[in-house]
T-cell receptor, first 116, second 111 residues
């Protein structure tokens, strides 16, 4: 079964609105979660590392005021795209480090954001 | 930046073996090789990983060159459901680090 639950799977919003994406670790606690972004026909790009109880770490070029990350519990991280614009339209994917077995990272099913 | 190089795309026939190559010439002694695949409109899915020895699991086999500068993912009998983008990732980070994805290989399976 799924180890990481990501919602919503698809969202369409108007330009200027904010959108929240949730990522839940179902099987174990996660002090760290990762948020990726993927544009059409491109690879995944790491946006930020979400840290439980502290500030997220953002990759170079990612605006922390635009992509708000909250990791308030050991099983939930949220990514809020504030004042979304059409150029923010992308596929957003969260991931959780594996704690057992062979997988270094478990990935959510992704959220397709379309900003009109 | 990604540390691996893979062909942009490969094509194979259904029910035949597929060999997906990956070059990782800068690999160090403690770096693992991970393979993930991504089906359309889904998040990546773990396939296999290895350090030095060849590895087998229910999904695939991983053959690692003796000098570890290259590896090959082997799908023993491809099905249409194996059509995906396959990412080979050289991982030198610790457990708290994410993975850096390259462009991967788009595998096309012909019926």
């Amino acid at each position: 079964g799924a180890v990481v639950s990501q919602h919503p799977s698809r969202v369409i919003c108007k330009s200027g609105t904010s959108v929240k994406i949730e990522c839940r670790s179902l099987d174990f606690q996660a002090t760290t979660m990762f948020w990726y972004r993927q544009f059409p026909k491109q690879s995944l790009m790491l946006m930020a590392t979400s840290n439980e109880g502290s500030k997220a770490t953002y990759e170079q070029g990612v605006e922390k005021d635009k992509f708000l990350i909250n990791h308030a519990s050991l099983t939930l991280s949220t990514l809020t795209v504030t004042s979304a614009h059409p150029e923010d339209s992308s596929f957003y994917i969260c991931s959780v480090p594996g704690q057992k077995g062979n997988e270094k990272l478990f990935f959510g099913s992704g959220t397709q954001l379309s900003v009109l | 930046d990604a540390k691996t190089t893979q062909p942009n795309s490969m094509e194979s026939n259904e029910e035949e073996p597929v060999h997906l190559p990956c070059n990782h010439s800068t690999i160090s002694g403690t770096d693992y090789i991970h393979w993930y695949r991504q089906l359309p409109s889904q998040g990546p899915e773990y396939v296999i990983h290895g350090l030095t020895s060849n590895v087998n699991n229910r999904m695939a086999s991983l053959a690692i060159a003796e000098d570890r500068k290259s590896s090959t993912l082997i799908l023993h009998r491809a099905t249409l459901r194996d059509a995906a983008v396959y990412y080979c990732i050289q991982d030198s980070g610790g457990g708290a680090d994410g993975l850096t994805f390259g462009k991967g290989t788009h595998l096309i399976i012909q019926p």
